[in-house]
C-alpha cells in the first residue's frame, strides 16, 4: 500500500477517529487531575462527557511506542532519525529528547556544564535575538537535531535564545473523549493482617477506600495532524512527507498496542478501525506499510540534508552550581511552613 501524500497536498488538517471500547468488561478508569479528579463536563447539547485521555498525556503516549527501551534507541522503522541523548559522568544512559518532558527544552539538556546542544542552538540562532522569530530557520535546525520537536512542538524558554521567543505549536494532537458516561462507583479496604487496628496514618491497620470508575457507550481517540504548519516549515517535499509517516506510524502504533492507559484503563480500537474525517479521498496507510516505507523517507531526508552517519548528539549531565543549589531549595510551601 503506497503513501497517498498527494490527498494531503492541499489540506489544512488530517482529521481522524477511532472508537475505542474496555479490553474486559464495561468499566474504565479515566485520567485525574489535583483537586479535580476525573474531568467530567457537559457537551453542547447537554450530553455528560469525560476527558479519558488529555493531550499533553497523548502527546507523551504517541513517542513511547516511538522508543525502544531496552535497546535505548529508536524502534527499528525509525532508526536513523536524530536526537539528543544525555549520559551520566560514567557514560550511561539518563534521558533523550524522545522521552524528555520538555525535549530539547530540558533542564538536563541545556541547564547542565555540558553547553554543546545550547552552544549549537545559539549560534544556529543568533540572528533571530531581534525582530520576528524565522519559523522556517528554526523548523530547520531542529530538524537536524530532533526531528521529532517537529511534530511534539518546542518551546526554548531560555532568555539567552532569541529572548526564550523560539517555539513551535504541535503538530500532532490527539486526545481521548467518552460521551453519555456514567459512574461506576465499588471500592475495597488495605487489609493488615497483623494488626487490623494500627495507626493508619503510619500505613498500620485496615484502610477502607473508594473507587470511582465509568462506563460509556461511546469512546473515541481524537487525532488532527496540521499539515499547514507542516508546509509552513518550508523544508521541501522530502522531509515533509517524513514528518506526515512520522505523525501516522504514532498514530498506528499507538492504537495496536498502546491503549492500556492505566491497571483499570485498557482499551482496544472496535473493528471499524481509524476513520478518516478530512480529507475524504485519503486513505490511511497501514502499520506495516508505514514501517516499510519509513527507512527509505528517513534515508532520502538524510542525503538531501547531508546528515552525518551518526546522528545522535550526545551530552555529559554533569549539573552547574546553580543547578545544584535550586536541586536543594525547599519548596514554597515548606519555606511558608517554616
Not at 3 to 22: G, K
Not at 240 to 250: E, H, Q, T, V
Amino acid at each position: 500500500m503506497s503513501l497517498n501524500f498527494p490527498a494531503l497536498a492541499t489540506a489544512p488538517r488530517l482529521l481522524l477517529e477511532a472508537h475505542l471500547q474496555p479490553l474486559q468488561g464495561a468499566r474504565f478508569q479515566p485520567t485525574g487531575f489535583p483537586n479535580l479528579g476525573a474531568a467530567t463536563y457537559e457537551g453542547p447539547n447537554g450530553e455528560r462527557l469525560l476527558l479519558v485521555e488529555s493531550a499533553q498525556s497523548m502527546a507523551n503516549r504517541l513517542e513511547t511506542v516511538c522508543w525502544d527501551k531496552v535497546a535505548d534507541d529508536w524502534v527499528a522503522p525509525l532508526k536513523g532519525l536524530p536526537l539528543v541523548k544525555v549520559v551520566d559522568k560514567n557514560g550511561r544512559a539518563l534521558t533523550n529528547t524522545v522521552l524528555e518532558a520538555h525535549r530539547v527544552n530540558s533542564p538536563y539538556i541545556l541547564e547542565g556544564k555540558d553547553k554543546t546542544v545550547f552552544n549549537s542552538l545559539k549560534a544556529d540562532l543568533a540572528d533571530m535575538e531581534e525582530g520576528p522569530v524565522d519559523i522556517k530557520k528554526l523548523a530547520a535546525v531542529l530538524l537536524k537535531l530532533d526531528a521529532n520537536a517537529l511534530i511534539h512542538g518546542v518551546f526554548l524558554a531560555k532568555s539567552e535564545l532569541a529572548g526564550g521567543r523560539l517555539r513551535l505549536p504541535r503538530v500532532l494532537s490527539s486526545f481521548i473523549e467518552a460521551a453519555e458516561v456514567r459512574e461506576a462507583q465499588s471500592g475495597g479496604v488495605k487489609n493488615d493482617h497483623v494488626n487490623p487496628s494500627g495507626d493508619t496514618a503510619r500505613g498500620f491497620g485496615n484502610v477502607p477506600f473508594a473507587r470511582s470508575e465509568f462506563t460509556s457507550q461511546q469512546i473515541v481517540a481524537y487525532f488532527n495532524l496540521d499539515l499547514a504548519q507542516i508546509r509552513a516549515f518550508g523544508l521541501g517535499d522530502a522531509a515533509s512527507n517524513l514528518l506526515i509517516a512520522l505523525s501516522l506510524f504514532k498514530i498506528q502504533a499507538l492504537l495496536h498496542g498502546g491503549l492500556r492507559l492505566r491497571t483499570a484503563c485498557d482499551l482496544e480500537t472496535l473493528e471499524t478501525g481509524l476513520i478518516v474525517k478530512r480529507p475524504k479521498e485519503f486513505e490511511m496507510p497501514t502499520q506495516a506499510a508505514l514501517e516499510t516505507a519509513l527507512p527509505g523517507l528517513i534515508a532520502s531526508v538524510a542525503d538531501e540534508r547531508k546528515w552525518p552517519a551518526d546522528r545522535v548528539t550526545t551530552i555529559k549531565w554533569e549539573a552547574t552550581a546553580k543547578a545544584k543549589k535550586e536541586k536543594g531549595a525547599k519548596p514554597a510551601d515548606e519555606i511558608e511552613a517554616a
